[in-house]
């Protein structure tokens, strides 16, 4: 019979061999960083780590996440969660777990990564310092759009079975990676400290999330808007204009292009106020889409419209932004603020070409620009070609000629 003090020598030192490999648990951070939206129904973001605190290095063997995402941030859509492949910063073969959505809690179920283990039985690790490196950059796309709210990317810390929710987890060895590791998971019995998005996970934590991601909640989501319009002078008929850019002679442009326009986004009260510029290429069909800033969305503005050789024109009255929304210069007079634009023919109308010296006016102070490209036999991308061949000629002139006669000038607000 073994001596009670020799036991309970033994015991205390099974004790205390427990607790120096926890006193060894590292202290890390995981967040989210470099959030972008690629388009208005894609979303991308990168999932970090790093040592924090008195831990200067750890190896990181496997990771899992859940990520919960704000519901209204998803609509009524649906998403596909992808690994942005060639992006993670973890030794090979990086992260590699699969991806499931929990439509009902609206959270990312991001599994742990697999086959991190050698064919000889021995892992494979990722050695952690304090500066932040890469477990994944998820691709988040949308059916639908993503509303113009913050998404509040938040990381679980409970997990439960139906619907599958994982919580966000990791597997580690303070140094020298074998094929046994510990783990760490919320409510473990754990030494050191675990950061989610900045905050110290405690087991007392109330909702059993991280807080929303800061960094990922100050990314403006983007307004695509539609716009038709066509150029008087490029026009040819039947819906289509000239490929000024190809005709030009400009490098790398399509056929399907005619020229760039510029949009102005102007407050309603004070028109005075530009909100937003953007500019964008006119297809010979007259179409052009423009991406405004989300602190655009459920407003209304004045829509501004300008080209290099064409009258500034502006909306009949202010226009509702919102994602996927249009407006069409082109089918009616009384699109375009009083009533100021050029019939074409069957039905559509453009806005007047002629303006070559940009001050609103089509008036003698712009012949000087043609009369001397005229004479100079020029061709090119010149403000003077307004019929849009790539040449100054007679063909320009009857655009000028007719409008400088009409007093054609910009009507604003």
């Known amino acids: 019979m073994k001596h009670p003090l020799i036991v309970w020598f033994c015991a205390l030192l099974l004790i205390s061999a427990t607790e120096s490999v926890r006193a060894q648990d590292p202290s890390f951070a995981v967040y989210v960083d470099n959030p972008i939206y690629v388009t208005q129904n894609q979303f991308e973001f990168d999932v970090m780590v790093k040592a924090i605190g008195a831990t200067t290095t750890f190896q990181l063997r496997t990771f899992q996440a859940g990520i919960f995402i704000d519901s209204a941030w998803v609509g009524s859509g649906s998403l596909t969660i992808s690994n942005v492949l060639g992006t993670t910063q973890l030794s090979v073969p990086g992260y590699n777990g699969n991806f499931q959505w929990n439509a009902t809690d609206k959270i990312i179920n991001c599994s742990v990564n697999l086959g991190v283990r050698t064919s000889s039985g021995s892992c494979v690790s990722t050695s952690i310092g304090t500066a932040p490196l890469r477990i994944a950059r998820l691709r988040v796309v949308n059916s639908s759009a993503f509303a113009c709210i913050a998404p509040n990317i938040k990381f679980n810390y409970t997990q439960n079975a139906s619907p599958l929710r994982l919580r966000t987890s990791v597997s580690w060895r303070q140094a020298g990676c074998t094929v046994n590791y510990d783990m760490y998971y919320p409510n473990r019995p754990y030494t050191g400290q675990a950061y989610f998005n900045g905050e110290l996970y405690s087991a007392t934590d109330a909702d059993g999330k991280s807080p929303a991601s800061t960094i990922a909640n100050s990314i403006p989501c983007s307004v695509p808007f539609n716009l038709t319009v066509f150029i008087e002078g490029?026009?040819?008929?039947?819906?289509?204009?000239?490929?000024?850019?190809?005709?030009?002679?400009?490098?790398?442009?399509?056929?399907?292009?005619?020229?760039?326009?510029?949009?102005?986004?102007?407050?309603?009260?004070?028109?005075?106020?530009?909100?937003?510029?953007?500019?964008?290429?006119?297809?010979?069909?007259?179409?052009?889409?423009?991406?405004?800033?989300?602190?655009?969305?459920?407003?209304?503005?004045?829509?501004?419209?300008?080209?290099?050789?064409?009258?500034?024109?502006?909306?009949?009255?202010?226009?509702?932004?919102?994602?996927?929304?249009?407006?069409?210069?082109?089918?009616?007079?009384?699109?375009?603020?009083?009533?100021?634009?050029?019939?074409?023919?069957?039905?559509?109308?453009?806005?007047?070409s002629g303006d070559m010296n940009q001050d609103q006016f089509i008036d003698p102070f712009d012949y000087p620009i043609y009369d001397i490209d005229n004479l100079s036999f020029m061709s090119g991308y010149n403000v003077s070609d307004l019929n849009g061949d790539g040449f100054t000629d007679t063909y320009d002139y009857s655009f000028y000629d007719k409008n400088a006669l009409d007093f054609i000038s910009a009507i604003l607000p």
Request: charged share 10%.
């Open 234 to 352: 490029f026009y040819l008929g039947a819906g289509a204009m000239q490929p000024v850019l190809a005709n030009s002679g400009v490098a790398g442009v399509s056929f399907s292009e005619t020229d760039s326009i510029l949009v102005e986004l102007r407050d309603v009260t004070d028109p005075s106020i530009i909100v937003s510029t953007l500019t964008g290429i006119l297809t010979t069909s007259g179409n052009a889409t423009f991406v405004f800033p989300s602190n655009t969305a459920n407003n209304s503005y004045w829509l501004v419209v300008k080209h290099r050789n064409s009258v500034e024109t502006w909306s009949a009255a202010p226009i509702a932004m919102s994602t996927g929304g249009t407006y069409d210069f082109s089918d009616n007079s009384n699109k375009a603020y009083g009533d100021n634009l050029a019939f074409v023919g069957n039905g559509v109308y453009a806005i007047y």
